[in-house]
């Protein structure tokens, strides 16, 4: 079962109800920068580990939502692959199930579960590659600093670039499904505080194992992306 860490206990707690009603996801951003969107992005991947669970899950944006700054965070989490949040405030939406609410580091919500995100600099916000930007901060866990240097962005873009190559090399051999260990191992990681560090690890051992099959390595990658949410493979079926 899915557990994320509660800020205000430092104890884990499930992020889904036992009866498997809906879990309302509230992202509070109060603005719009870097950190404000890394928040959007951790809700996102919150909602993605419901999903996969078989957990409904509501979106919901607390913070600027229908003046401009609104608009242009709303078109900012777009180009990074978040899916749209819902505007809406306390006591709003569904009333079954629970909540959790998706903070900066050191603005606790007033009730709820609450998922701490902790920084990310420089304040400015640089999409000129809003996948490179998405892994840069997936390889940190969400309770880590992240500096986003020019180096950090160029790793990241070099990585995807060579996993979509991968990805759509592997395509075009016979699929295989998945391992039940290599799957076990991704499950565990996401289910863990939302761990994406974790994940991509296991997907930097399934691509340097020379025991799995290309059909294998094709598989995984597409099924860690239901969480990572990378377009990893976008390039299947393009012309060499």
Do not use: N
């Not at 809406?88 to 903070?103: C, D, I, K, W, Y």
């Amino acid at each position: 079962m899915l557990h994320i860490i509660d800020d205000r206990t430092a104890e884990p707690a499930p992020a889904a109800p036992v009866r498997r009603g809906p879990t309302r996801v509230e992202a509070h951003v109060p603005g719009r920068d870097t950190t404000g969107l890394r928040v959007l992005l951790v809700a996102d991947l919150l909602i993605r580990a419901l999903e996969l669970d078989g957990t409904p899950a509501w979106a919901v944006l607390s913070g600027p939502a229908d003046d401009e700054d609104g608009a242009r965070l709303r078109a900012d989490a777009a180009a990074l692959g978040v899916r749209p949040f819902e505007s809406g405030g306390a006591g709003s939406g569904p009333g079954a199930g629970q909540a959790v609410h998706v903070v900066r580091e050191g603005h606790a919500a007033s009730r709820g579960t609450t998922l701490a995100v902790a920084p990310a600099d420089p304040a400015a916000l640089d999409l000129a590659d809003p996948d490179a930007l998405r892994l840069a901060l997936l390889s940190h866990h969400h309770h880590t600093r992240v500096e986003l240097g020019a180096s950090a962005l160029d790793e990241a873009r070099d990585t995807l670039a060579r996993w979509r190559r991968a990805v759509a090399r592997w395509a075009r051999q016979p699929s295989r499904p998945v391992p039940g260990e290599v799957r076990d191992r991704l499950r565990d990681a996401w289910e863990d505080d939302l761990d994406a560090p974790g994940v991509l690890r296991v997907l930097r051992r399934v691509e340097d194992d020379p025991d799995l099959p290309d059909g294998v390595r094709f598989e995984t990658y597409a099924y860690a992306d239901r969480f990572l949410g990378l377009h990893l493979a976008r390039d299947v079926g393009a012309p060499e």
